[in-house]
């Protein structure tokens, strides 16, 4: 939290309104009031699993990097006789559906999707009622429709990696932020719903 002098109100320094509003007077010293930041704009980056990077982020330099690699030097995995164009794009766009599915169903229930912002609840609806981590399995089909599409190895290659740093550097410090956070409701909600599937 943010403290500064009383004669320094926040009124009177420009701030943003967010930040004028959220300002309360705490004693200090018996001779200085001082102002504390308490509202959403101090929270939003404390409160946090602090994941070491964004999970479209890191879906995207996977996506590139396979297409990339895939480009430089072709890796095919399935034999030229298949056409399997078809259901690279299905498993692609099963996998989209099933993202905006759980999207949407986090923001119904007044929950914040990107990472970098607090949850606000445990979402036990829509695809959250089968995986805990809907998102990161729908961008991981993803990366396996992809893979299809272009019959590029490298993009099985580079879901690996993603893989890894989804479940280690995102939802190992996820799953503890949300139990720090909200305790035995998410213990009773991990126990009752796989990780995956």
Not at 35 to 40: A, D, H, I, M
Not at 93 to 103: C, R
Not at 158 to 170: H, P, Q
Request: net charge positive.
């Amino acid at each position: 939290m943010m403290l500064w002098p009383a004669t320094l109100e926040p009124a009177n320094l420009g701030l943003p309104a967010i930040l004028r509003n959220t300002c309360k007077i705490v004693s200090g010293w018996p001779h200085q009031k001082q102002c504390r930041l308490t509202g959403p704009a101090m929270a939003d980056t404390a409160d946090t699993a602090n994941v070491i990077v964004r999970p479209p982020i890191a879906w995207a330099l996977a996506v590139l990097a396979g297409l990339a690699l895939n480009w430089l030097m072709p890796l095919p995995f399935l034999p030229a006789v298949v056409s399997a164009g078809w259901l690279g794009a299905t498993v692609f766009v099963l996998a989209l559906a099933l993202v905006a599915w759980a999207i949407t169903s986090m923001t119904r229930a007044g929950s914040n999707v990107p990472t970098n912002l607090p949850s606000t609840t445990i979402v036990e609806t829509g695809p959250y009622r089968f995986t805990r981590n809907p998102i990161y399995l729908g961008m991981v089909l993803g990366l396996i429709g992809l893979a299809i599409v272009f019959n590029g190895l490298w993009l099985l290659m580079t879901l690996v990696s993603f893989a890894l740093v989804i479940r280690y550097g995102v939802i190992t410090r996820e799953e503890a932020y949300l139990e720090r956070k909200f305790g035995d409701a998410y213990r009773r909600y991990r126990a009752r719903v796989r990780r995956w599937l």
